[in-house]
């Protein structure tokens, strides 16, 4: 950094602006408390323009890219109550390449499970950044997130309370909510708004991050499926679209290759 | 039933005591709703001496099942508010043995999805049975089940707020809520409250549904995880179940064959 | 094709020379005998200028492109004795997308199984494309299809006695018969030789056939091992490589996008 | 053994009759090569009357069960020509549960591989047993194992050349070998000759060793598919079928539970 080099950190050491939260998360002292502040969090669509003119990016955790992109609109246009519940779905190959038990094949196929309970590392980070969008709002987010067994992709339900009256009944108000999804994520290349629940087959090998935004109208919840390759979007195919920001180069560069289905 | 034959019915056709939610949710009238009243839900931990004495038995679905097992405890000792989120997730047999694009194994093998948001058939089945067993509290239930590659098992995450006050703080209060659930389900030859996160692979062929409740601190919310043999404990072991206990027979009989795993 | 468009079929329509074959392996009278002549096989490596130049050309099966390009070396150049075994191990998607039992998710889903071992379809392709390669040595050829327990790609393994003498002992041989292979597929911009036993996942959505040919030095026989992604080398990929050759562009065009993996 | 204890040895260190071989194919000199002779090789179905009254039983590897069991019947009654290619299909779990990089879920699902070109540690086994069946007859044996994307199973595909009159043409012969192997295996609890090609599905969790022998009558060739759970019959069942035949008890004592299917 200081020889001017731009960086993509694909850790997790810079995407916490409260150094102490890496003593509460990490268990480890932050030895760089210093570039935190100057350090952008790299969700592409949240911070495009700090990315741009970034010199120190920290690449999003795989799970909080998918979630923070389902509730962003939600939460910045005040659409729900900050109760919410954030349940995901992830490929095996979150869990990096290191042999390990979790991981080997004959424990993790035909098998689900949750963990993580006590809490995961990247809620701060989910916490950190849906509070940006609405500063003063305290939100209230559960984060638990299950292994299932394929290799990549990571399927994301969010559920909150929708206050009284916020939006119209009936497939009105399903419209109201997907238009204002359509509105904020105008223009983005690697974001779409979908008419029905995503599967991450659409998403193996791409960057795209699919959004379905609904409601449970039997009890006025708003409920968002997202989907992501917790491989691309969720770690690569993210660091290769803010490099290419960074360096003033077409956002997508790189990332157009055909998608893979199935 | 008119010749004095017992039955255990493994269709939708006798679980809801209100025919008129028949045409609702399965789309026909129902053809002998006097029967509706005389059948039994056949969750036999809930309604084990019915079973015993009925000549009808309306075999639980496999959602119900997972979901119902592991609210029970809660919502019958007004442990939490009526608020309840069930994320669940099931292996591609829950969907039957008729060929469809939706097993196809290309389609369903790396891949997962969330299906049914409209309102799944389960749902009324949850809402009745939670509803028995606190009556006059008035329960807002948001259930998404969700296909996961694999052949058997689902697996329920559970979601409710604790009241403030309701239980200790730290861990503390989870030994409370987990004393609660040892009760509820004592002497329970199936159902098996456990330490950790469950597996569905630990009930892979075997007729358990294993439970887990824990708190999530920072917010305040009960979550549970439960799990089963979609086929087994959610089918066909559970049918078994209910015919010992109509037959007089020992309750385990031909259901405690050596467990699979993995 | 009376209208001078050039066609790439991709059934089998074409694909055998001698139209009485159509009455033994797919049970129809050929309707246009007369074109069979004419018409081109599409193992592209095998007749590249015949593609370029040909007005229609018959799309090779997923088996016969792996089996084929595994063998072809071999049978030109004469190191084996005509007595082939090939055993081969395909993905479901294999079997097309029209549901049916044998690929639905819970069937398909751990379990292996061989099939047709009266005779596959495309045991005539592979005779007439090896026959070609060394006419007048008649051929005698097993081939047995097995379906694995995965979405895209097919492995095949082949077996045929090396004649004594024919390649040096020990190391010195199998870097013969590398060199030979290594020679005949001099320049293939889709065909790899290489030095270890290949994994489908390499070839996961690119148009790649890899080849690892070896020596069982106890028994004197040749081993080969070929993998390809049977929807792009053995399916729509080679029909692209094809038409590219057809309409004049760079055989690799549209065929460079990113290799996925895993 | 010097206090009398009877055992059954589920290592490799028992086996092999040949101490030699262990330096071959193992890498080390054998400890007590004494017992060798000792030993019993506890296929039980060929040596079960041995088993019965042995001290010391050496449990048989995975893939020789499956190999040996399909290929007993053709080599002791001198129906094939010694050119044996034996081609096996094995689930992830044969690799042992110590996590390493091919037991990895990400890089073993959805993929397919063949490995120990060079010759596998089983392969003595398999010679040495088959010997055995008809002395002094010289057995030229390939054996390669694949590792394909399952928990559970092993297929094994033998091909070997009929001479020329031994069984009759067409459907007849094949009714031959039928009956020829079902007169070997007579009365075997766990050994099924089926009439089609078998599933490993079909022997998840259950001490069965499925066989289907038929003949490719283009070439001339017998082809035998069978399939075993290689972690029942090819492990800890097979050790327990052992055990009971040594203490007496009936044998299939603890391995009737019920068939675990899909």
């Known amino acids: 950094l200081n020889h001017g080099i731009k960086v993509v950190d694909i850790s997790a050491d810079f995407r916490l602006k409260n150094a102490a939260e890496y003593q509460s998360w990490y268990g480890f002292t932050h030895s760089a408390p210093q570039l ?15 990315v741009t003119s970034a010199q120190l990016v920290a690449n999003p955790g795989c799970y909080p890219t ?3 992109l389902a509730l962003a609109p939600a939460v ?4 729900i109550e900050p109760d919410i519940i954030i349940d995901s779905k992830s490929g095996v190959s979150g869990a990096g390449r290191t042999p ?3 991981a080997h094949y004959s ?3 035909e098998d689900v499970t949750a963990y993580a309970l006590e809490g995961h590392r990247h809620l701060p980070e989910i916490i950190q950044e849906l509070g ?6 305290s939100l209230s987010v559960t984060f638990v997130p299950h292994l299932i067994p394929m290799t990549r992709g990571i399927l994301t339900s969010c559920y909150a309370p929708l206050p009284l009256g916020k939006v119209a009944a009936g497939k009105k108000g399903e419209e109201e909510v997907r238009q204002l999804y359509l509105d904020f994520y105008k223009g983005e290349p690697f974001v779409k708004v979908v008419e029905f629940p995503p599967h991450t087959k659409h998403t193996w090998g791409n960057n795209l991050c699919l959004i379905h935004p609904t409601i449970d109208h039997r009890t006025g919840r708003l409920i968002i499926i997202s989907c992501i390759d917790n491989l691309v979007k969720g770690a690569a195919g993210q660091a290769i679209q803010n490099m290419n920001l960074m360096l003033g180069l077409p956002e997508v560069t790189g990332l157009e290759a055909l998608a893979i289905y199935p």
Chains 1, 2, 3, 4 share one sequence.
């Open 66 to 68: 998918g979630a923070i």
């Open 100 to 102: 390990s038990l979790r």
């Open 107 to 109: 424990e993790a196929n």
């Open 76 to 79: 910045k246009e005040d659409l």
């Open 36 to 50: 935190l502040e100057q350090a952008v969090y790299g969700l592409t669509e949240l911070h495009r323009s700090q």
């Open 132 to 137: 940006l969008l609405h500063p003063g709002k």
